[in-house]
């Protein structure tokens, strides 16, 4: 699987935008880029993905570079739940849904 | 809906002895996974299944089976469990093209 790369840390205030970087220069065009975090002593939760085209759901966004190597997840306004680790991972279409976390970007959110 | 159950949460084994994760999902899904997660670091793939009766080796699959004879069920075996395999470990389950379901995980101790 294609490689991602994600700062270590961010952090925010409590009810602005939080924009979380990820680059994946060596996706292949089949590639999906899939955003889960994980909250405290918790399994990790599906947030958002996406194949070329920006998204859009309940929880968050998901902007994709016109050359697909980077994309960064929004949060339009943090809350102090959204304090959690978050992962960008690439996964393929034949992978049987297999995903290769990597160390993520942890997220704080300060009141 | 209970979504995925593993059980037990806790557990502390002594070295050379077996236990047996139980992984439950009553949303029909095809596929499990059994992912394991050490202090600080992603989640790494053990095993897993796309199918009743099938089982396929992950990332780190050494010193552990699995079985899955119900499509509900994915169990994780230790036969002879050694203080490297100190992990959270966490079940997943999803269908073709959809997204990963966590459990809350299992916490094991191996003294």
């Known amino acids: 699987d294609a490689k991602t790369t994600q700062p270590n840390s961010m952090e925010s205030n409590e009810e602005e935008p939080v924009h979380l970087p990820c680059n994946h220069s060596t996706i292949s065009g089949t590639d999906y880029i899939h955003w889960y975090r994980q909250l405290p002593s918790q399994g990790p939760e599906y947030v958002i993905h996406?194949?070329?085209s920006n998204v859009n759901n309940r929880m968050a966004s998901l902007a994709i570079a016109e050359d697909r190597k980077s994309s960064t997840l929004i949060l339009h306004r943090a809350t102090l739940r959204d304090a959690a680790v978050y992962y960008c991972i690439l996964s393929g279409g034949t992978s049987y849904g297999k995903l290769t976390f990597g160390q993520g970007t942890i997220l704080t959110v300060h009141p | 809906n209970a979504g995925v159950t593993q059980t037990p949460k806790f557990r502390v084994l002594k070295t050379g002895q077996s236990m047996t994760l139980l992984c439950a999902q009553d949303m029909n899904h095809e596929y499990m996974y059994w992912y394991r997660q050490d202090p600080g670091m992603g989640l790494r793939l053990i095993h897993y299944?796309?199918?009743?009766?099938?089982?396929a080796k992950g990332e780190v699959p050494d010193g552990y089976n699995v079985s899955r004879l119900k499509k509900q069920n994915f169990l994780l075996g230790l036969e002879s469990a050694a203080p490297s395999q100190t992990s959270v470990y966490f079940c997943a389950s999803s269908n073709q093209g959809r997204p990963l379901h966590f459990g809350n995980g299992t916490r094991l101790t191996v003294t």
């Open positions: 996406g194949l070329t």
């Open positions: 299944s796309v199918g009743e009766g099938t089982t």
